[in-house]
């Protein structure tokens, strides 16, 4: 399903990301762990195009991502949360989620301005499919009062469903337990297995919540300064030395 080889990316003479690579099967969990400044939302942002990496590749279902335009990216199946929080404060919960959906079912911008039938009936499919989210992700309780205010979990779950709004086929997902408590970790782990398993899509979590990553993830993929250093299923990463060495140190 994703298919990255081989990415170099620099920041003057810092090395971010040194000839990284992952795959990520159909319908997989794909767990990407590492410590602070491995590299891991680095490649995150190559892939949605945030960066352009120096050289490297980055294949999608077939799809070079490196050759679409950014904004391209979403409607090539692959959306995205982010680890700080990037939701829009002021509008709804049921906005918020509504602008997932717009690079799927948009009216054109005459349409919106005069609010022609065409314009409306689209708003009305992205809102009676966001209520339908909400609803799956417990949020209809807040669907119309302002994100901003409401607590980091519930914000977690509302950028969990504007990203489900484009209806991807590839979800990664940038630290989505930060700041979650240890019984809220638990839920979000049994959501996104659920939900993938409903909506059938595969998912490149980053994480550092190691009880979260290895519970659910298929396979683990583990970084530092910028490289690979192991990939296998979540038992052979643990017991990588080198994965082991990054985390604790070697004298622990």
């Given amino acids: 399903?994703?298919?990255?080889?081989?990415?170099?990316?620099?920041f003057g003479g810092v090395t971010a990301l040194n000839q990284a690579g992952l795959t990520v099967a159909d319908n997989e969990i794909c767990g990407l762990i590492g410590p602070n400044g491995?590299?891991?939302?680095?490649?995150?942002?190559?892939?949605?195009?945030?960066?352009?990496?120096?050289?490297?590749?980055?294949?999608?279902?077939?799809?070079?991502?490196?050759?679409?335009r950014r904004h391209r990216i979403v409607h090539s199946g692959v959306a995205r949360t982010f680890q700080n929080l990037a939701l829009f404060g002021s509008l709804t919960v049921m906005d918020n989620t509504v602008v997932g959906g717009h690079s799927r079912d948009t009216p054109r911008l005459l349409g919106a301005m005069i609010s022609w039938p065409g314009g409306r009936a689209a708003r009305r499919r992205l809102e009676s499919e966001a209520w339908w989210l909400l609803e799956e992700?417990?949020?209809?309780?807040?669907?119309?009062?302002?994100?901003?205010?409401?607590?980091?979990?519930?914000?977690?779950?509302?950028?969990?469903?504007?990203?489900?709004?484009?209806?991807?086929?590839?979800?990664?997902?940038?630290?989505?337990?930060?700041?979650?408590?240890?019984?809220?970790?638990?839920?979000?782990?049994?959501l996104i297995v659920r939900l993938r398993r409903q909506f059938g899509f595969s998912v490149l979590l980053v994480e550092h919540h190691m009880g979260l990553v290895m519970g659910i993830s298929d396979h683990v993929v583990a970084m530092d300064f910028g490289k690979v250093i192991a990939d296998?299923?979540?038992?052979?990463?643990?017991?990588?030395?080198?994965?082991?060495a990054s985390y604790l140190g070697r004298a622990a």
């Fill in 1 to 10: 399903m994703l298919e990255v080889r081989e990415l170099l990316l620099r």
């Fill in 38 to 68: 491995a590299g891991k939302t680095s490649l995150f942002n190559c892939v949605t195009r945030v960066y352009r990496p120096d050289s490297g590749s980055i294949r999608f279902d077939g799809t070079d991502l490196l050759a679409l």
């Fill in 137 to 190: 992700l417990d949020l209809t309780d807040v669907a119309h009062r302002p994100a901003q205010g409401l607590p980091f979990g519930t914000l977690k779950r509302v950028e969990l469903a504007r990203a489900l709004m484009s209806r991807p086929s590839l979800l990664l997902l940038d630290e989505p337990a930060g700041g979650l408590t240890h019984s809220e970790v638990h839920d979000l782990g049994e």
């Fill in 232 to 244: 296998g299923t979540p038992d052979e990463v643990q017991r990588c030395p080198e994965v082991v």
